[in-house]
């Protein structure tokens, strides 16, 4: 069924409609000849082969003759329901042998290769062309993508640019405009030329932030099939250094085995709704300025590129994952959150923590509307109405509770979630041969012995598991490193574990940290006589 999207209006606006009619091939020519005619050219159509797309014209004006071999794709339209809804593209459908003679002729030469697109609707008529030499070798088939903000600017003033996913510059002009282009194609797809109107990049690299288009996913070819078992909300949680990352790490390659299913954000104290969901944020953009521009240092030159600041919708973590899964139904998809309590995991979810509650299957019991921007940003990338979470959509987070900076998390948003606890020795078999040097011992020591012998000191006194010591709380190279025990596991013991009573796991004539570094660095014990080292000792 066609969806309705952006369209190019006679004055330049925008509306929202379903795309006109496309244009033949044997009506493409008397678009080109009326264009040319009309700033004094004269045209002499020599080749034209309906089945390859492939024309050759000669044009010439005041003593200036050269010829033009074009490729004019007639699917020139929205393209599925992945992509912006402001978008549009031609695909090339054709074997790349067919004309890869003619993509590698030189832009500026005779004959040169122009790759165009035409849009008509009403008395609105648009050409689009890419740089054929950007797309040697291309696969078959290839989308060539462009905006309708510059396809409304060609309207507007006569010409537009745009950039696309990989930043190469595309051009709209109207008919009138068409030899113009013909003559400077090669650099105005080099050159930011126009100045009334601003460049606008693809949504996929607005903030500086590239990403990959969702309509050229390289997803598996065969859909990761997931136990039912397997939670949709799910929170590994457990005392520092249990593998808590490592075991989810271990899952998504098991189940999420591309890039392209899973993206991992990182919650912090002062994260937001808005950088999770998505927000308005300031974006630069470029014109041509009047004036060269010096850099910030005042001495180096740069492009006279004027910028400009603007406001654009980004999309957060959560929104382009839901956006990924509701799109593609037939792939699993995962976001993951690392240290989510390190943040007020209730307020950074927002409006979106009622999509939480899942039915038997994972689909989202209950649907939300979001905030008018939001709601926007799903439009555009063809998802409409309240939104609803996916059963192919995860959520996985990890937790620690041990930090002095984390946040609780109420009773309502915790019942949402599955949560799993790693045991504080689980994996220690992986350590069995890794040992540590301590100032004040004549031997290495096992450093499972080592760790034991402080988690049971410390549970004795009635320390909490969860600020326990796990195997992966020291690497291997840390491990051989006697200021990484100093700096990290000392620290850790001192200020984190035993802060307002540090006689619990210490001994010496000061208790500061800064006396246990002198005391240990002495070659002194540290530790209570207590602490069982076992032969070790």
Known sequence: MPTAVEQIEPNGSTVIDFDPQQVPFAEQESLIRAALLSRGWTVEFLEA???TKRRLFRLSKGGVTFSVVSYIFSNFAWSNGSRSHSEKRIQLSRPYEEHATDFNLDRDGDPRCVLMGIYRRGPTVVFCAWDAAAYKGHANPSSCYVRTPAMAAAVRSGFGQALD????????????????????????????????ELTLPEPESEAGIEMMPEAELELPLVPTNLPDSLPHN???????????????????????PADTLYERTTFYPDMTNGVFVGEYRPVPVYRRGDVH???????????DLEPIIDYRFVAGPFLRMLVRAINHPDH???????????AHASAVFGEIFQLLDRGDDGTGRFSVALAPAAQDYLFSQGVSGAVR????????????????????MDGAFRRRWSLEYVGIDEG???????????????????????????????????????RLIGPFFMTKKELASGAAFENKLLQYLRDDVVRSAPGKLFTGHSLTYGALVSQYK????????????GENA
């Open 49 to 51: 082969s309906e089945t």
């Open 165 to 196: 996913g990989k930043n190469r510059l595309v051009c709209c002009f109207t008919p009138d405009m068409l030899a113009y282009y013909l003559e400077n194609m090669k650099s105005l797809h080099e050159t930011l030329v126009v100045s009334d």
């Open 234 to 256: 799910r929170i590994i949680y457990g005392a520092p250094g249990t593998g808590k990352s490592h075991r989810l790490d271990e899952d998504l390659q098991q189940y999420f």
């Open 293 to 303: 521009l010096i850099g910030a240092d005042r001495k180096t030159p740069q492009d």
């Open 332 to 342: 699993r998809f995962a976001l993951v959150i690392e240290e989510i309590n390190r």
């Open 389 to 408: 979470i996916p059963k192919n959509l995860y959520i996985w987070a990890t937790m620690n509770s041990a930090d002095q900076g984390v946040l609780p």
């Open 428 to 466: 220690e078999a992986a350590m069995d041969g890794w040992e540590i040097k301590l100032a004040f011992q004549p031997n290495p020591i096992k450093w499972n012995v080592l760790r034991k012998a402080i988690n049971k000191q410390l549970q004795s006194e009635g320390v909490a598991e969860d």
């Open 522 to 533: 002495s070659g002194q014990s540290i530790f209570v006589a207590d602490l069982d080292l």
